[in-house]
Nanobody
């Protein structure tokens, strides 16, 4: 079983930056896919970015490409989401999801086995 703990959310003005962290513990194995999803009020949850730690392969939603960067620290079993040039429509609850023993990442929520509790990001204009 894998446990995920997110941190780093908060409130920021448009144009500002935040860095989210997702710390994994438990049976993560030597390879894991970690993804960030977000859910804005009244909207469906959507994928934001993912990283397959085995090869460092990353993927981004079009809406965040060039502004967000996902990275990993294998020693700490932690993934980070650096969010720059934040916009008001980036506001939402951000969730970390993971699937251990995976060398690639799927985009479907149902593919992930483990989820964090979420961290709120609020961007004011």
């Amino acid at each position: 079983q894998v446990q995920l703990v997110e941190s780093g959310g908060g409130s920021v003005q448009a144009g500002g930056s935040l860095r989210l962290s997702c710390a994994a513990s438990g049976s993560t194995g030597s390879s894991i896919c970690i993804s960030w999803f977000r859910q804005a009020p009244g909207k469906e949850r959507e994928g934001v970015a993912s990283i397959a730690t085995a090869y460092g392969t990353t993927n981004y939603a079009h809406s965040v490409e060039g502004r967000f960067t996902i990275s990993q620290d294998n020693a700490k079993k932690t993934a980070y989401l650096q969010m720059n040039s934040l916009r008001s429509n980036d506001t939402g609850m951000y969730y970390c999801a993971a699937r251990a023993f995976a060398t690639w990442c799927d985009t479907r929520e149902s593919w992930f086995f483990n989820w964090g509790q979420g961290t709120q990001v609020t961007v004011s204009s």
